[in-house]
């Protein structure tokens, strides 16, 4: 009892202060020791008090006794070790398998989630409803429409099932969307995009987007009120801003499309989406991720 009781609070206790998962060979390493040591010294303590409650001493030779009786008590030691630090494994092998499924269903989700906002009906609607004035007004700009509209939609439907994508491809991608946007608004709408990509830059796949979408989306855009967007590099990452002129009928927002990017961002790295609200300007501070994380 007094083996048994001992190693499952020492087990407990290296559980809290040593991950198998992190660091498995230093919890083995650690694991073996402590318990080999424990059960060792119990067993000889066991020994003593069963001598002293039923002898009332110990006998002249329980030293060589316990010598003797050392080598049973290493194996038996050894034996509950490694059947503990084995159960031990494998129940945070399981435990962790079971995680990485539910954070694949969970990122599965998230992916599918952003698909289909990015092809909202709205959005198309929006776009041909555009396209159908520039056919009878400008064919050149219709037919440079129709291809920007082309590009974009061809790279939502290629980086679907991508956790990252390169900043390069992400920005090439963002002036399609840009250009779709400036032709629907026109003067109305401003957005600056003054930032370069390294080569080992990436980023979630149309997070940039999202945040564009969400600026049109809850604010007024009009001749009388230009809503202006500024995308910018702020160290490892990126900034976007836009001046804060909230539509007098409000959406109903369910933040659906930042909580979709944060937690994206949340399956990729320990970096947070940083979000202010300063007075007449709204701020979204994004990670960029390196290809080496």
Excluded: C
């Excluded at 409650?53 to 034996?79: Q, V």
């Excluded at 796949?205 to 995308?231: D, F, R, T, W």
């Amino acid at each position: 009892m007094s083996q048994w009781l001992g190693n499952v609070f020492i087990v407990h206790q290296l559980d809290k202060r040593i991950s198998w998962i992190e660091t498995p060979v230093k919890r083995a390493v650690i694991g073996i020791i402590s318990l080999i040591i424990y059960s060792f010294t119990a067993f000889v303590l066991v020994q003593i008090l069963v001598f002293l409650i039923l002898e009332g001493s110990l006998p002249d030779n329980f030293g060589i006794g316990a010598i003797n009786s050392s080598k049973i008590a290493i194996i038996i030691s050894f034996s509950i070790a490694f059947v503990f630090t084995s159960i031990g494994f494998l129940e945070s092998w399981q435990v962790s398998n079971l995680e990485a499924e539910k954070l694949k269903a969970q990122m599965m989700t998230y992916k599918y989630e952003s698909l289909r906002n990015q092809l909202n009906p709205h959005f198309l609607f929006n776009n041909f409803n555009v396209l159908s004035d520039l056919v009878y007004k400008d064919q050149e700009l219709a037919v440079k429409f129709i291809s920007q509209m082309s590009d974009l939609y061809r790279y939502v439907i290629d980086s679907g099932d991508k956790e990252v994508i390169s900043l390069a491809e992400e920005l090439s991608f963002l002036e399609s969307y840009i250009f779709l946007l400036k032709t629907r608004f026109e003067k109305n709408l401003d957005i600056s995009l003054k930032l370069e990509a390294a080569d080992d830059d990436l980023i979630v796949p149309m997070a940039l987007q999202l945040l564009i979408e969400n600026a049109v989306k809850h604010n007024e855009v009009s001749s009388a009120k230009p809503l202006i967007v500024e995308i910018t590099r702020k160290d490892d990452y990126i900034l976007v801003v836009n001046n804060l002129q909230q539509k007098s009928v409000r959406n109903n927002s369910t933040k659906t499309g930042l909580r979709n990017i944060t937690q994206r961002y949340a399956f990729l790295t320990d970096k947070k989406i940083d979000v202010k609200l300063i007075k007449n300007r709204f701020e979204v501070l994004l990670p960029i991720l390196k290809s080496a994380e």
